[in-house]
Nanobody, 127 residues
Framework: QVRLAESGGGWVQPGGSLRLSCAVA?????????ISWFRQAPGKEREGVSC????????YYSDSVKGRFTISRDSAKNTIDLQMNSLKPEDTAIYYC???????????????????WGQGTQVTVSS
């Protein structure tokens, strides 16, 4: 189990920006685990949004956020950040980060099994 904690959610108007952070509790986990961002809107299934690998920093995005969201690693703070620009009402959801050991080849596949999750942070995009 990896302890994760999300922060940075809130309300923003359409077209605005927010930056989410996922704090990873241990330096070992920060070095060895791929971290993904998921979201779940009311009445909808959970959706994988983005993922970043720990060794080479390769990143992946869903089609719905590609070009608008950027995932990054902050080694000084042990956080995985998600910069969200050009936000749309359909981005409204609870956003969660999740960890999967990069030992697995599918560590950044959203359909994989993620054993560690944060508590989530609410993002609301509306006028």
């Amino acid at each position: 189990q990896v302890r994760l904690a999300e922060s940075g959610g809130g309300w923003v108007q359409p077209g605005g920006s927010l930056r989410l952070s996922c704090a990873v509790a241990s330096e070992y986990a920060f070095r060895e685990y791929a971290i993904s961002w998921f979201r779940q809107a009311p009445g909808k299934e959970r959706e994988g949004v983005s993922c970043i690998k720990p060794n080479d920093g390769r990143s992946y995005y869903s089609d719905s956020v590609k070009g608008r969201f950027t995932i990054s690693r902050d080694s000084a703070k042990n956080t995985i950040d998600l910069q969200m620009n050009s936000l749309k009402p359909e981005d409204t959801a609870i956003y969660y980060c999740a960890a999967r050991n990069n030992y697995y080849a599918d560590s950044c596949e959203f359909k994989s099994s993620f054993g560690s999750w944060g508590q989530g942070t609410q993002v609301t995009v509306s006028s």
